[in-house]
């Protein structure tokens, strides 16, 4: 592709395609399921899951200190199953990117995610993510997240394109400011069809 014609879509994975992979409504949910003290795992989980979530420790590490951190009367298996359960897909867009694409849209598609290893994988392969992108930036893979403005210089670089040639969604108003600052062109996701209008306008 000619780089004066390049044009590319990045997009966050939670809260546009899919549901946030551990979101604090999931984590309100294993409080409830299995008799946690919400207000402690809450203040546990804030405090490693961003180490988590850039790769620097794995799931059973993040379950060590937000979890199992005292004896439990449930296992890390179904635990671990009821957090991967918290993934589902959103109505319309992941389908709707995936046809766009194969219809010859003209973009490259790339996703930049905050996700801890285990969970990203895992929505890789059960939603079949590689249909819709063509490269994946997550967090855990590159050692930086949202809003770090090193990795949306990254994911340009990945795709060897410029800012002004860059389109960008996200759910979270202030991402969608650390992406604008840097020159992209980026829109606050809300729901499948104001964002399938602007992406059809592109």
């Not at 790339?110 to 801890?116: K, T, V």
């Not at 590159?142 to 960008?168: E, H, N, S, T, W």
């Amino acid at each position: 592709m000619d780089s004066s014609t390049l044009k590319v879509l990045f997009l966050d994975v939670g809260g546009v395609l899919l549901s946030n992979g551990w979101g604090h409504a999931s984590r309100e949910a294993a409080a409830r399921e299995f008799n946690i003290n919400y207000e402690e795992f809450s203040r546990l989980h804030e405090f490693i899951f961003s180490v988590y979530e850039i790769g620097n420790l794995n799931l059973e590490e993040y379950l060590d200190t937000a979890v199992f951190n005292q004896p439990r009367d449930f296992t890390r298996e179904d635990f671990k199953s009821f957090m991967f359960a918290q993934s589902v897909e959103l109505p319309g867009m992941l389908e709707w990117i995936v046809d766009w694409k194969n219809s010859g849209c003209g973009f490259r598609i790339i996703s930049i995610n905050n996700e801890p290893k285990e969970l990203n994988d895992y929505r890789i392969k059960k939603f079949k993510l590689h249909r819709c992108f063509d490269a994946f930036i997550s967090s855990c893979e590159v050692g930086m997240r949202k809003p770090d403005p090193r990795i949306f210089k990254l994911a340009m670089g990945v795709a060897l394109a410029a800012p002004r040639q860059c389109y960008y969604f996200d759910d979270r108003p202030m991402l969608v400011q650390a992406a604008g600052r840097l020159g992209i062109n980026a829109f606050h996701h809300q729901d499948f069809e104001s964002s399938k209008a602007i992406i059809e306008k592109l």
